[in-house]
Structure formats: C-alpha cells, structure tokens
C-alpha cells in the first residue's frame, strides 16, 4: 500500500526517530493492521490494556500511565492513531468507523482476544466507536473528554455554548489554511492549544510542549490530524453520517468508565455528563475537579489511580 508517506512500513520523510520514538521504559515498533502500518510504544505483561491518544498530541501523551499499568499488571500499549506520530500518513481513511478497524485490528495484530481500551479526545470518540462496531474485542471502555458520538453531534448542533467551545473544529473545515496554521513558527499554535485547553492547576510545560510542536511539524502530519475532524463535520449531511449516527445507537455493552475535567474549556461537561445512556452495562463517570481537556497529564497522579482501581475492580458498579 502506497500512503502520503510511501510505502507501509517506511519512515515519514524528513521525521526523526527521536521526535516521536521517545527513550523511557517502554519498548517501540510497528504493528499492521487495516492495510497500514501502525507505531506502538509497550511495556508490560497480563490483560492487554490499548491507549489512544487525541488532538494535538500522539502516544507520548501516556508516558504517566504506560509504566503505571504495567507495574499494575498489565500489558500497557499506546499506539499512534492513523496519520500521526510514527504511524502511516494514508490519503484516505479517516472516517472514525474505518480508524475504529485501525483500532481493532491492532489488537488482533497484537494477538489479543480482546483489550481494555482507553481513550482521550478524538482517541475517545474512536473508542466509543470501536466498542459498538467490535464489541467481542472490547472488554472494558474507559473515556476521557470526549462524550459518546451521539451526544457529541447532538451538543455541537444544538448547544451554542457547545458549539462556540468546540469553534475549532468549524475552523477545520477551511482547505489547506488549518494545516499551515498548526505548522507555522516551529507549531506553535500546537503549545498555544494545549496550554489554553488545560486547566490553571498543573499548566504543561515547556519540554512537553516542545514534544508535542515537533511531532505535528512531520511532514503530512497536520493534514492528517484535521482530517478526521473534516468527516465528522461534513458527515452532518451526508448519507455516510446518518448512517453512522444511526449505527451508533446501539448501546455499548461493557463496563464503561467516563473521565472529565470539571473545567474542560472545549468539551463542555453538560455535553459529556449522560452519555450513560448509550451504556447497558456498569457505567461509572468521574469529575475531576480544577482539571482542563487533559486531566491525564495535568493530574497523571489521581487520573491513573482511578483508571487502575477500576480496571482492577472485578464488580465495577453502575
């Protein structure tokens, strides 16, 4: 298969290795699955546990909670979504039904019956998606910021506050003008949107910023973190999003754990908050108080804390 970055299994041309293959106690390498090539950081052995990460960032954003987990007793992976980081840069295929196949067919690439998966921002959106589609390969949902689809679409219709946080979003859906902006001066409107988005308690800093400004300087690699952001906007009209929309209904049927940040400035918590009833099974939501979109990197401490409590918990309660 031939992608915006060559062929599957190749480095993006002019990345780094050491942009987006950080040293720590993981280990780094490529999976296939879904006709691409999908890069991985992993530690740990025991129940597989699949991290995906969201907007602006890539799978470093779970440094805290990759050696937490493992040390947990679990087999702790976070992959690079489709188009970013060290995975491939493919035309097409951004539809979140065909990145939720990116999702699952990881997991059967990693010869798992099944995963526990973990997801913030559009990582969220995708795991939700992924557990209604695939269901025999979820075995837990854990999301933070981000509500279920149809909650999501239902708020960015028809909430105005809602729809003027989430204004980046519209903004997305001029051609070629958002990729340039996310690449000008060195990224730096990707250190702007990640401090303006975390909360005032634990601000990111400047060596993580510089992470993540780096990451989306790759070549290719704005274009494709916009384009998801494109169907989900386009789709609002269009046959493929109905369907969608409609596929969607159908209620997730595993334990379900719903993580947000009380002051979360782009995803509001009134549009997160009753996703639960898209949920007929165990569904536990948790409010961070004085967290922002990130809560797993502003407080990494008492996000992984309740994140391994209940993925250890046998009986999780409703």
């Known amino acids: 298969m031939t992608g915006m970055t060559g062929t599957t299994g190749a480095t993006p041309p002019g990345s780094s290795s050491s942009v987006v293959r950080m040293d720590g106690p993981w280990t780094h390498r490529d999976v296939a699955a879904n006709g691409a090539r999908f890069h991985i950081a992993e530690m740990g052995d025991g129940p597989l546990v699949l991290l995906l990460h969201g907007f602006p960032q890539f799978w470093w954003t779970w440094r805290h909670q990759l050696p937490a987990l493992a040390e947990a007793g679990f087999r702790a992976v976070a992959m690079d979504l489709r188009g970013v980081g060290g995975s491939d840069r493919t035309p097409r295929g951004y539809d979140p039904a065909n990145l939720a196949l990116d999702v699952t067919g990881v997991i059967r690439s990693l010869g798992e019956p099944d995963a526990a998966l973990v997801g913030h921002d559009l990582g969220g959106y995708l795991a939700w998606t992924a557990a209604v589609m695939r269901p025999k390969l979820i075995r837990r949902l854990a999301v933070a910021s981000m509500p279920h689809p149809r909650r999501w679409r239902a708020a960015m219709l028809g909430d105005l506050r809602q729809t003027a946080a989430g204004s980046y979003v519209w903004g997305f859906q001029r051609p070629w003008i958002p990729e340039r902006r996310l690449v000008a001066d060195d990224g730096e409107l990707v250190g702007r949107l990640v401090r303006e988005w975390s909360g005032p308690r634990r601000p990111p800093d400047d060596e993580a910023i510089g992470v993540y400004r780096r990451a989306m300087c790759i070549p290719s ?35 379900t754990l719903h993580l947000h940040g009380s002051l979360d400035p782009v995803m509001r918590t009134r549009s997160a908050a009753g996703s ?11 409010l961070f108080d004085g967290l922002g979109h990130f809560p797993h990197e502003e407080d990494p401490g008492a996000f992984t804390k309740e994140l391994v409590d209940w993925l250890k918990d046998p009986e999780p309660d409703r």
């Open 221 to 255: 690699t704005a274009h494709c973190s916009i384009e998801p952001y494109r169907w989900l906007v386009r789709s609002l009209a269009r046959l493929d999003g109905f369907q969608f929309n409609r596929r969607m209904k159908r209620p997730v049927r595993v334990p």
């Open 276 to 286: 639960g009833e898209y949920v007929e099974a165990p569904y536990r939501w948790r």
